[in-house]
């Protein structure tokens, strides 16, 4: 070792910059002049090996270098994102006093009202098919009179509704036209890790297409809307109103998600932007396809609820993950397959989940006539368990009938609860009697109040089994009706001439 060496090892270091290069050497008092400059020869000499290339800076020496930018993947994607529009007429009252419980007593229900004016909502959505097929969000085309879609070119098209869905916010539109379409295809959404850069594309505030990037900042995020559904990605790319229904892209160029959600107190973008996975919306597409009028997820015939930290302790758990499975349908296809309550869920296909929310995903992405294989925890020991996904039966058959004559429920039509039906109309489980599908407008049982999901438990203390009986009692004349309804599962009792 040379005498500016061994100095090296034996002292304190000082801190020299030549060239703009940090250089350790050292200051003591007992060293030489002679040995600092030997000392400093050899730290420099040593800095000159060991300095990585990057230091050197040069001119760009090809195309790639000179220029980095998303440009090509936006000129790829950009022209099969379109604007929606949603036009509906609304009535404007006179004054904003009738709203007022006081004035409002002296108008009753039948407060007076201006005149019908268009309103007007404005998102985005994404073509999926050269045909014309559109995917966005419910809530764009909600109570919508008129749909139509503006492509990036400026042209407009009218758009015919194939098939919405509240619970799951999305909906299907086919633009009315003969052209092919450019589009976005479809990619496969189980791929998408956290940390994955992503591109969204929409029309925020109306200002136009827009484009904005950022990374997936999270998966199987729950509880972000009051919608049934609870399984989103989660996105730093700005997400604002307008944006809805509009593309989330990988850097393929793949359609990963469809933006639905931000997390915002003031309305504007925080960073925290939700979308619906790319496979929750081949499942609607392949609905829309096959011609359904709803949406149909598997019946399973069980409930189930989060595991809790409590109940993961007692379970003798490793986390609190999971879906527990909470109560069972006698004679459903998870009794069938041998679920019992208590037993929690833990996988789907080698698919970890995380809460319910995520275990229903799973099997409706997984489609209808397929089999699910669970993987079970009861007390201690995973077990392996075959769930065949099918759809709700239709059991007993629902037998609709429109009620007439002169009687308070002249205007119904209602039809039989089976799980089928409970499914399609969101009914709670279990619910017995019979439910209303529709009212006529202007009808006796239209003023009377009845809505849509309504179920007819009992009349004059009568339990209403069958729709048949509904029937037989609505042409009956008492002297008074005491109706029971249950409607959203609070139970309501009604006197009436």
Not at 251 to 263: C, E, Q, R, V, W
């Amino acid at each position: 070792m040379t005498d500016a060496l061994k100095v090296l090892s034996m002292t304190k270091a000082l801190k020299v910059f030549s060239a703009g290069n940090e250089v350790s050497i050292v200051r003591s008092r007992g060293v030489s002049g002679a040995a600092k400059v030997l000392l400093l020869t050899a730290s420099l000499t040593a800095l000159a090996v060991a300095q990585p290339a990057f230091a050197e800076r040069s001119v760009p020496q090809t195309q790639s270098e000179v220029q980095l930018s998303y440009a090509p993947l936006v000129k790829q994607t950009a022209p099969a994102v379109v604007n929606v529009y949603a036009e509906r007429m609304v009535e404007r009252q006179i004054s904003p006093l009738f709203s007022d419980p006081f004035f409002g007593q002296f108008f009753g229900r039948q407060a007076p009202q201006g005149r019908s004016q268009k309103q007007m909502s404005l998102g985005s959505g994404v073509i999926v098919a050269g045909d014309g097929i559109v995917i966005t969000n419910n809530h764009v085309i909600s109570g919508a009179d008129e749909v139509k879609v503006a492509l990036s070119d400026g042209r407009e098209f009218p758009c015919k509704v194939l098939l919405k869905d509240d619970r799951y916010d999305l909906a299907v539109l086919k633009i009315r036209s003969d052209e092919t379409f450019p589009t976005v295809p479809i990619g496969n959404s189980d791929d998408v890790e956290v940390g994955d850069i992503t591109l969204a594309i929409g029309n925020p505030f109306g200002v136009g297409q827009t484009v904005t990037s950022g990374i997936v900042s999270g998966t199987a995020r729950n509880s972000i809307t009051d919608g049934e559904f609870g399984f989103f990605l989660q996105t730093d790319a700005a997400i604002n109103p307008g944006n809805s229904g509009g593309a989330l892209l990988d850097m393929h160029g793949d359609l990963i998600g469809i933006n639905t959600a931000i997390f915002s107190k003031g309305g504007g973008s925080n960073g925290i932007g939700f979308a619906i996975p790319a496979n929750m919306v081949k499942v609607f597409l392949a609905a829309a396809e096959s011609g359904e009028k709803h949406f149909q997820r598997p019946y399973v015939g069980a409930t189930f609820g989060p595991v809790t930290s409590d109940m993961a302790e007692a379970l003798g758990l490793k986390a609190a993950r999971g879906a527990i499975v909470s109560d069972i349908v006698p004679g459903s296809p998870a009794e069938k397959a041998g679920l019992k309550t208590g037993s929690v869920i833990v996988a789907v296909n080698g698919v970890p989940v995380q809460h319910p929310d995520a275990l229903l995903y799973r099997l409706t992405v997984l489609g209808i006539g397929e089999k699910a294989d669970l993987s079970v925890d009861r007390n201690g020991t995973i077990s392996d368990v075959s769930l065949p996904l099918q759809l709700a039966p239709e059991d007993p058959p629902r037998d609709t009938r429109q009620i007439s004559g002169n009687s308070p429920f002249a205007g119904l039509t209602v039809e039989n609860i089976s799980p089928r039906v409970i499914e399609e109309m969101r009914l709670p489980d279990g619910a017995k009697g019979v439910v209303v599908s529709e009212i006529e407008n202007g009808s006796p049982a239209a003023r009377v109040g009845f809505a849509r999901g309504d179920i007819i438990v009992a009349v004059n203390d009568d339990n209403i089994d069958t729709t048949r009986m509904m029937e037989n009692v609505a042409e009956q004349s008492p002297g008074y009706w005491k109706l029971s309804i249950n409607r959203g599962g609070r139970m309501i009792t009604q006197l009436f001439r």
